[in-house]
């Protein structure tokens, strides 16, 4: 068996002065050019407490479905906690879904739960042979 290369994102930062520009956009489709290109299989992050939480989800990552009650527990709002835990477990009630590892984050990544989402941190991957979590990425960095 051989192992596929992966990329762990350890940074990835933007002064104030320069978020909401699409600049991590554009840089993100550059990367999964060169991500295709080096046969890259997997990227692992580390979703920060500020942005990150809420930026990674809009992106397509998805968090070990063992590690969601530790997600969960950041969430304050307790009908939000709820609403995400329904989510959550409809998510794996359908058939399809039930053997899957990972949960896609960007389930969870509606404007009503953005603050929650900003709060929160969890460790996060993304399958670039997966052509859902791709869909997702591509959908989002050409808006």
């Not at 990835?12 to 554009?26: A, R």
Request: charged share 30%; aromatic share 14%; glycine share 6%.
């Amino acid at each position: 068996m051989t192992h596929k290369p992966e990329n762990m994102h350890t940074q990835f930062e933007f002064g104030k002065n320069y978020q909401n520009k699409g600049y991590s956009k554009k840089i993100s489709k550059e990367l999964l050019k060169q991500y295709e290109n080096c046969g890259i299989s997997k990227i692992l992050l580390h979703a920060d407490k500020t942005t990150g939480g809420w930026a990674w989800a809009r992106y397509g990552f998805c968090v070990n479905k063992d590690e969601i009650e530790n997600f969960l527990i950041q969430i304050s709002d307790a009908q939000h906690k709820e609403e995400m835990k329904k989510i959550f477990d409809d998510y794996y009630n359908k058939e399809e879904n039930k053997n899957k590892k990972t949960f896609p984050m960007n389930l969870f990544a509606l404007q009503k739960y953005k603050k929650d989402l900003m709060g929160t941190q969890w460790w996060g991957e993304f399958d670039l042979f997966n052509p859902i979590q791709i869909k997702v990425l591509k959908d989002y960095i050409n808006q």
